[in-house]
């Protein structure tokens, strides 16, 4: 997926029913692509080029990287 694939527009998080954030991973990184709620601090894994946006997928981002990950969207 990329920043301009015009399916994110139509992607919602499944919990609140708003837009989500690309998230690519940086260079030499083991995390995958994921879609990001900054609002609920809620990523959602994309799993070979699928988002996985059912409630149980998501994982609740702790407040030190959800200021890094609104760091790296600013971006």
Do not use: F, W
Not at 7 to 29: E, F, N, Q, T
Not at 43 to 55: A, F, H, M, S
């Amino acid at each position: 997926m990329t920043p301009d694939d015009p399916l994110l527009k139509i992607l919602a998080c499944p919990l609140d029913k708003g837009p989500l954030h690309l998230l690519v991973p940086r260079a030499g990184s083991a995390e995958g692509e994921s879609l990001y709620n900054p609002r609920l601090h809620r990523r959602y894994p994309i799993v070979d080029g699928i988002p996985q946006l059912l409630p149980s997928s998501g994982v609740q981002v702790p407040e030190d990287e959800h200021e890094d990950l609104l760091r790296r969207m600013a971006r």
